[in-house]
């Protein structure tokens, strides 16, 4: 038995001695893991992009999807009722034109009349208000997206009508984006919803070739209506768990453009080749969430809250923690929307004095105690720099470790504060209902003000009066810390030289249609 | 012997009952915001609730056990709470790729260590002490490292292999083979120590037995005695811990696998204990505790094979 055993292990061995050394002549042998953008004549599109991607697709499921980072897998095989381009404009997508009627209330969608779905099946309006009806009733982000709207009519078959409770500036915006996707209606029923897409997109998920979890692979989709935007024959997404997995795949070529997991890999992505493409994305810092002092008395007086952003040593703290990628600031909506003001940036400068100034004018000499979570959002490291930064103006921070119900906890208000990173929406409207209206889930207690309340009417109709009350929001959130933003993180794609990218404003990746081929 | 499987049998029942009913009372302690991660962090409470419910989570943990029990013994695991997969295929789907690696891995230290201890065993002196000493750095050393060192090398330095991803053999058997190898590697590095160790032990033990010394009395050659005799009586223990080494492979398998990206049964492990997908680890769990109690099973029988005197009882 030992024999066979013994001849057994020397044919294992031969067998990986083989390989290996088969592959050390040649590219060919790896041809498959490194990264191919050669053009092809035909068609004019190049052969493969190999994407690698942070975050796996959770579901297939266009009702359930959420978008983000997960917007690549998307929009491979699913188009959107409207496109945003990179710099957040509104095109044509499955509607060719849409309008409002002068009240903002009613939307008038016109949409393609030769899409086809991968089941065959034809997008027509009626199909169009079954997606919406079920993404208003499911239980995804889609649904506080589209809480707008009061109903959906087909009028006929290319046309849609959407009534709205009240303007939503947003919602352009998010019909360009998960709300917006629109799956056959063979796919409502189907057992296999959340693993198998049935969109018309401009590409199609190859099961087989595919590994849940792992890596999937899309074929350009021949039957597509709009064949500019296919740049490749062959998509592969390959997903990696792990921040080393990703940076080896980098160093050994494997994929041709990558989201990065953080400032800190850019180095390496340097040294292995790739170009690097940055844009601020996300805004991190403390929400001051208890303004009414339900859990935190002293929270409630606007002082202490403004104490709390003199503390902050941001460009300290963006040097500690991001390496200094990044853009401080003390407000959270984003460069590109109409709320942004430059000086809202620096409103609040680093100031001891004046922190404690203002502690002790609100009745607090001796300092506060405010509690917040640690939690995998927050490494000790950063949680020790910001409590040594508040620590400085008599802010004492108690730490408590979060369990495994951290963001159910954290929703449910159970502490007064704590750090987060929320994203910087492309429009002012969207950081409005993500951040601050009283249905968002992050005003953790649900509360206003009438000025907000009032500023927030005037946004919803939009035009010249609608940004200036997004600019009048901007500086009331900032005047009441509401927040205390410490920067902007940058987000990284890098990209290999056979691949060119157009990042997108306000968002983690770019559109499936703005990578292309350099040759 | 029949008897001794059977028993096996009704014993492995037992402890993968008991298996599957402490991890999944103790998945209940860290799964209460499963349907807010599904939901997405802006949902609102409502849709979180209408998750809770789609999900069965606002029913009693009792009744959600006993109903996932009468499940399981008609062979049906469930789907997966996030990406909708069948437990079951998703499951033995990564096993496939997890099992190869750590059959492959053993296969390897197999090889490797009994040349090892067979040399120090016999040659004592100097080879004994170097051997003894790799296999302390050999164990010492963390496998994350060993597998960073050996993709810095021979992925990204000398381009022999991939540095991550799997290649299906039904793709492509030389590309599986490369897939595979560095992982293997990996997994096969920190695991030969304690087998050479066991296997140098074991026949250091023979030598000393009066039966080697007949032989020799007798004229036989020392080659005949070492590997007719010795090796085969130190067989037994190689096995034993060979077999255990089989199954902290699939544990350990988890790192390797996640650092080369290979869709093995680790990082499935690793996403669905930390999103709390309830259903996909309890195939995991249940799987696994089946595929170990049938390897220690197959190496007791081993066991009696290679030694007629180990009677199985």
């Known amino acids: 038995m030992l024999r066979t055993a013994k001849f057994g292990a020397l044919v294992g061995v031969a067998a990986l001695a083989l390989a290996a050394c088969s592959s050390g002549g040649t590219d060919d042998s790896t041809a498959s893991s490194d990264s191919s953008s050669s053009a092809t004549a035909a068609e004019g599109r190049a052969e493969q992009l190999t994407i690698g991607a942070v975050v796996d697709v959770s579901t297939w499921s266009a009702q359930d999807a959420a978008w983000g980072n997960t917007a690549t897998y998307m929009m491979a095989v699913y188009d959107t009722l409207l496109r945003q381009n990179a710099d957040g404009t509104i095109e044509a997508g499955l509607a060719t034109d849409w309008s409002y009627d002068d009240s903002m209330t009613v939307l008038t969608l016109t949409l393609r009349d030769d899409v086809t779905f991968t089941d065959g099946s034809a997008l027509d309006a009626d199909l169009v208000v079954e997606n919406l009806t079920r993404f208003q009733n499911g239980a995804s982000e889609n649904s506080g997206n589209l809480s707008s709207i009061d109903s959906v009519t087909a009028v006929d078959a290319t046309t849609v009508e959407i009534a709205l409770s009240a303007p939503d500036p947003a919602l352009l915006s998010y019909l360009a984006q998960n709300s917006g996707l629109i799956e056959a209606e063979s796919a409502f029923d189907s057992a296999d919803i959340q693993t198998v897409p049935v969109g018309s997109g401009p590409y199609v998920l190859d099961a087989d070739s595919s590994t849940i979890g792992s890596s999937y692979t899309f074929t350009a989709n021949d039957d597509y209506w709009d064949p500019d935007s296919q740049h490749y024959d062959t998509i592969v997404i390959n997903y990696y768990a792990d921040a080393n997995a990703l940076l080896n795949a980098l160093r050994d070529s494997q994929v041709d453009i990558a989201n990065l997991n953080s400032t800190s890999q850019i180095p390496d992505a340097e040294s292995a080749g790739y170009t690097i493409n940055t844009q601020t994305l996300n805004w991190k810092g403390l929400i001051l969430a208890d303004r009414w002092g339900v859990v935190d008395e002293a929270l409630a007086d606007v002082r202490v809250r403004q104490a709390i952003n003199y503390a902050l040593d941001r460009e300290g703290l963006l040097a500690g923690i991001e390496s200094g990628y990044g853009e401080v600031t003390t407000q959270i909506f984003g460069t590109g929307t109409t709320a942004y003001e430059e000086d809202l940036d620096s409103y609040y400068t680093y100031d001891v004095d004046k922190a404690k100034e203002l502690l002790t004018e609100a009745g607090y000499p001796d300092g506060i105690t405010i509690t917040m979570p640690l939690s995998s959002f927050v490494p000790e490291s950063e949680a020790q720099l910001i409590a040594g930064n508040l620590a400085e103006a008599g802010i004492t921070v108690n730490y408590e470790t979060a369990g495994e119900s951290f963001i159910s906890d954290l929703l449910g208000g159970k502490w007064a504060a704590f750090e987060f990173g929320l994203n910087q929406e492309s429009e002012s409207w969207a950081t409005y209902k993500l951040s601050v209206s009283v249905d968002s889930a992050w005003n953790i207690y649900h509360q206003s003000t009438d000025e907000l309340d009032a500023l927030a009417d005037r946004m919803r109709m939009g035009g010249e009066d609608g940004d200036a009350a997004a600019q009048e929001m901007n500086e009331y959130l900032v005047e009441n810390a509401w927040f205390a933003p410490f920067y902007r993180v940058e987000g990284v794609i890098v990209t290999n030289d056979a691949t060119s990218v157009t990042l997108k404003n306000g968002q983690a990746v770019s559109n499936l249609w703005d990578i292309v081929p350099t040759a | ?313």
Request: charged share 15%; net charge neutral; hydrophobic share 55%.
């Open chain 2, 1 to 313: 012997m029949l008897r001794f499987i059977g028993r096996r049998i009704v014993t492995g029942v037992g402890l993968i009952a008991t298996l599957a009913t402490l991890t999944f009372f103790l998945l209940q302690f860290g799964s209460t915001d499963t349907a807010r991660r599904i939901a997405g962090q802006s949902a609102t409470e409502d849709a979180v609730q209408v998750v809770e419910e789609r999900l069965g989570l606002d029913q009693p943990v009792l009744v959600r056990f006993w109903d996932w029990v009468v499940a399981a013994l008609h062979g049906d695991f469930g789907l997966s709470w996030f990406s909708g997969q069948d437990v079951l295929e998703a499951v033995t789907t990564r096993m496939q790729v997890t099992v190869t690696l750590a059959v492959g891995s053993v296969f390897l230290t197999a090889i490797i260590a009994i040349v090892l201890g067979a040399y120090a065993a016999t040659r004592r002196g100097w080879p004994d002490r170097a051997v003894q000493i790799l296999s302390v750095i050999g164990q010492a050393i963390p496998g994350f490292l060993v597998a960073l060192v050996l993709v810095l090398v021979f992925a990204i330095q000398l381009d022999w292999f991939p540095a991550t991803g799997y290649t299906k053999p039904s793709d492509s058997v030389p590309e599986w083979l490369l897939s595979i190898t560095l992982p293997v590697i990996a997994l096969t590095i920190g695991s030969i120590g304690g087998v050479a160790q066991q296997v140098r032990g074991s026949m250091l033990d023979a030598f000393e037995r009066d039966y080697v010394r007949t032989l020799r009395s007798r004229g036989l050659a020392h080659r005949s005695v070492v590997y007719k005799h010795v090796l085969r009586n130190a067989a037994g223990p190689a096995l034993s811990i060979l077999g255990l080494q089989f199954v902290i492979l699939l544990g350990g398998a988890v790192i390797v696998e996640t650092l080369f990206s290979i869709p093995g049964l680790g990082p499935l492990a690793l996403s669905s204990t930390s999103n709390g997908d309830i259903p996909v680890v309890m195939g995991i769990v249940v799987i696994t505790g089946v595929i170990v109690i049938i390897v220690n099973t197959l190496v007791d029988v081993a066991q009696a094979w290679v030694n007629p005197k180990v009677r199985l009882s």
